[in-house]
């Protein structure tokens, strides 16, 4: 099993950039295909990035194209999302998620994951 433990969401202004962090434990984070998820109040859980097990691989939602980037340390176990040019519509709480079987084609998908963070929430002020 693997424990995952989110951190760096707070309140930043529209323009303003966060870089959240996961960070695993129990097993390396090099066994898993890693992502992002991100919920707002009163709509669904909706997929915001992912990374494939080396870094080579990685995805976005079209709404974070160009303004957010995913990226691991497997030496520290430790995966981040550097976000940019946020605005009021990226506010959610953000989860972070692992998946042993993880592939490309079904890295969007959040029933593909096994293991999920807490979340660590994220709200933007206009």
């Known amino acids: 099993q693997v424990q995952l433990v989110e951190s760096g969401g707070g309140l930043v202004q529209a323009g303003g950039s966060l870089r959240l962090s996961c960070a695993a434990s129990?097993?390396?984070?090099?066994?898993?295909?890693m992502a992002w998820f991100r919920q707002a109040p009163g709509k669904e859980r909706e997929f915001v990035s992912a990374?494939?097990?080396?870094?080579?691989?990685?995805l976005y939602a079209e709404s974070a194209k160009g303004r957010f980037t995913i990226s691991r340390d497997n030496a520290k176990n430790t995966v981040y999302l550097q976000m940019n040019s946020l605005k009021p519509e990226d506010t959610a709480v953000y989860y972070c998620a692992a998946d042993y079987n993880w592939s490309y084609g079904n890295s969007r998908r959040a029933g593909s994951y096994d293991y999920w963070g807490q979340g660590t929430q994220v709200t933007v002020s206009s």
């Open positions: 990374i494939g097990r080396s870094a080579g691989m990685t």
């Open positions: 129990g097993r390396t984070v090099s066994m898993y295909g």
